[in-house]
């Protein structure tokens, strides 16, 4: 389902958890309630979080995968180009596409490759850098580098309802409720 | 599986690595607060003025090596390579305890390395940059240093790609790029740390900036988690092929003592012999003095003890092939080159490194010595020495008596050469402590996974 072209007036409702443990139950719960548009916000990763919200296998594999390869063919035609074609050097009559030697710097560009592309894949996939998020107008959410665990539920969701997901959100024990401003 | 007895998975119960008591909330701030507040300890201030003080005597050093060349340090044929190439070697070694202890531990699955791993990358990054000086001011005309790389050029001429000095230009620079990118993804999520408990206007902005708007949201945390195996799982080899290849520049030229096959896993055994010992060096002041013991604990100190010492009895090893090779091989070159080195004019530096390396380790195998932070710290500052004096004695002992007895020729040192090579300790120190100021030296947010709190209690689930 795309995005409302109407814009919601506010970005969603946020509830905060003391331990992993309840903010894990919670985003389970609203799962099984239906509700679609969630993230989930902790001071260190947990595996079972992206479980429980189904996250899609992340793609950034593929993009080292692929970088990877590029360097490994970056490396091993430089050094073919350069000592066969642009500046062959016979020395006693030894072949000059001589590739046991092109391994160690194939290597290196297979890593180093690899290693840009890992990183711009992550910043990429996660959207980074972002000047400016909503989550941040909640005065607390300051704590979710810290110690708290918070649990979002975004005005996209179709079930959204303010009264209603702030409701649902109160049952589940959080410590505060608050609404996220755009 | 069902009938496993008990037993067994009470011992496999990991012991905890950091001391009881602490919260997601206590462990954040204790951190947190080297860097963000205005008190600067005594220590800090010390130690950062004497690696100012050295970095002076870099710099001064460097300024005479650029106005008058390479002739101010002792180096003369044959002995071309000398101190630069020893110090060269020394400190990308050292580098190498920071990688395996954050690549090659978290791929093993230790969680002790969580509180040590943050300071051994750092560790690493300046080690790197110490040692990609070397090459560079020796090369005689060190602001010609892009001609290594190959790019198109007036003069139509390219590098040569079977020479290991030009494999040893794509191994390092690759090493100190992965290496600052894998530092700087373990730092971004404790860079959103600081940033929301940052009370400083000014230090919220440039956290923030570096922390590039990092929420800590699930979804972020998904890719993140795999990128850092990842990083991992390529920093891993690439570790091992840095020393690899710097020991093939020594291994693929046929100087007796150098020309050998298992020159590789010796180099890269003594390079993390070295690096822990760095890394012990650091470590057991800073939390004495950051009162970090219940996060950098005994155990800390004891397991970087023990590998400190198996790779010192790899190195030990090494040694004894080395001898056992030339005396086996029947090759008289061989043979006179270790011969020369026992007894030669540099016997003295040979035997001392012996001792330091392969006789004082052996205290570590008592328990007693390994749980005293003094000792440890003595020893490692005796295995740094050792280590140099080992890059040294393979370095200066081989080229200065070759095959050709007309043309041997004895390397001393000039007072340049050990003012550059206490310089670069200078910005070793210098860049240390001002990362100590400026960063956090433990990683905030792999401590908080390592409470016991942080597990999911799956119990009661429908």
């Known amino acids: 389902m795309r995005v409302r072209s109407v814009r919601p007036p506010i970005y969603g409702v946020m509830a905060e958890f003391n331990n992993p443990t309840a903010l894990v139950n919670a985003a389970r719960e609203a799962r099984a309630r239906g509700y679609r548009r969630l993230d989930a916000y902790t001071p260190f990763p947990i595996e079972e979080l992206a479980e429980v919200l189904h996250l899609p296998k992340s793609k950034l594999p593929l993009i ?3 970088g990877g390869i590029l360097g490994g063919l970056t490396g091993y035609l430089m050094q ?3 000592t066969v074609i642009y500046f062959p050097i016979n020395i006693g009559g030894r072949p000059l596409h001589s590739w046991p030697m092109y391994i160690v710097i194939t290597f290196e560009l297979t890593i180093l490759f690899a290693a840009i592309s890992a990183v711009l894949g992550l910043l990429g996939l996660c959207g980074l850098p972002m000047p400016y998020h909503p989550v941040f107008n909640v005065p607390r959410f300051a704590r979710a580098s810290r110690s708290r665990f918070f649990l979002c539920i975004q005005a996209t969701d179709p079930l959204f309802d303010r009264k209603a997901t702030e409701d649902f959100l109160e049952s589940l024990e959080p410590r505060e409720v608050a609404e996220v401003a755009h | 599986m069902a009938d496993e007895r008990p037993l067994i998975d009470e011992e496999l119960q990991p012991e905890p690595v950091i001391a009881p008591g602490y919260t997601f909330g206590t462990v954040t701030d204790q951190i947190a607060s080297v860097v963000l507040t205005r008190r600067t300890p005594v220590f800090w201030m010390a ?3 004497a690696g100012f003080a050295l970095l002076l005597l870099l710099l001064w050093s460097v300024a005479l090596l650029f106005a008058k060349g390479v002739g101010i340090w002792g180096i003369k044929i044959p002995v071309g390579w ?3 190439i020893t110090n060269f070697v020394w400190w990308i070694g050292i580098g190498h305890a920071g990688t395996l202890i ?3 531990l978290l791929l093993l699955n230790q969680q002790w390395r969580n509180s040590i791993n943050r300071f ?6 300046f080690a790197v940059a110490c040692a990609g000086m070397f090459p560079l001011l020796h090369m005689g005309r060190p602001w010609l240093f892009y001609w290594m790389f190959p790019y198109p050029n007036t003069m139509g001429v390219q590098p040569q790609f079977r020479s290991p000095l030009v494999w040893d ?13 894998f530092w700087f993804v373990g730092l971004m999520p404790d860079l959103a740390t600081l940033r929301d408990r940052a009370t400083n206007r000014w230090a919220r902005g440039v956290y923030g900036m570096l922390a590039m708007g990092w929420r800590n949201s699930v979804r972020h945390w998904h890719h993140y988690e795999t990128a850092s195996l990842l990083l991992a799982g390529l920093a891993t080899p690439l570790v091992l092929s840095v020393h690899t290849v710097v020991s093939f520049d020594f291994t693929i030229a046929i100087v007796p003592g150098w020309h050998s096959t298992f020159f590789p896993p010796y180099f890269v055994a003594g390079a ?3 690096g822990f010992a760095m890394v012990l060096v650091l470590a057991i002041p800073l939390r004495a003095v950051y009162g970090l013991e219940g996060l950098i604990t005994e155990k800390h100190l004891d397991n970087s003890a023990k590998v400190m010492l198996a790779t010192g009895l790899i190195v030990g090893y090494s040694y004894m092939l080395e001898t056992f090779t030339a005396w086996y091989s029947g090759n008289v070159y061989e043979s006179a080159a270790l011969w020369n080195r026992m007894t030669g004019p540099y016997a003295g530096a040979y035997w001392f490194l012996i001792t330091c390396n392969v006789v004082a380790p052996q205290f570590l195998w008592f328990k007693r010595v390994r749980g005293k932070p003094i000792l440890l710290f003595l020893a490692s500052l005796v295995v740094l020495v050792g280590m140099w004096l080992e890059r040294f004695v393979i370095i200066v002992t081989s080229l200065a008596q070759d095959y050709l007895p007309s043309s041997w020729r004895i390397f001393t040192p000039t007072r340049w050469d050990w003012a550059t090579y206490l310089g670069t300790i200078g910005l070793f120190l210098f860049l240390f402590f001002l990362f100590i100021r400026l960063l956090p030296m433990i990683s905030i947010f792999e401590v908080r996974t390592l409470l016991p709190q942080a597990k999911i209690e799956e119990e009661g689930q429908a």
């Open chain 1, 64 to 66: 080292v995968l692929i």
């Open chain 1, 80 to 82: 073919y180009y350069v």
């Open chain 2, 47 to 49: 130690c950062f003025s």
């Open chain 2, 82 to 84: 000398g101190f630069a």
């Open chain 2, 102 to 104: 954050s690549a090659i």
């Open chain 2, 120 to 125: 051994a990358e750092a560790m690493t990054l």
């Open chain 2, 169 to 181: 230009v794509f191994a390092v620079s690759t090493y100190a790029t992965v290496s600052f990118l």
């Open chain 2, 272 to 274: 993390i012999y070295s």
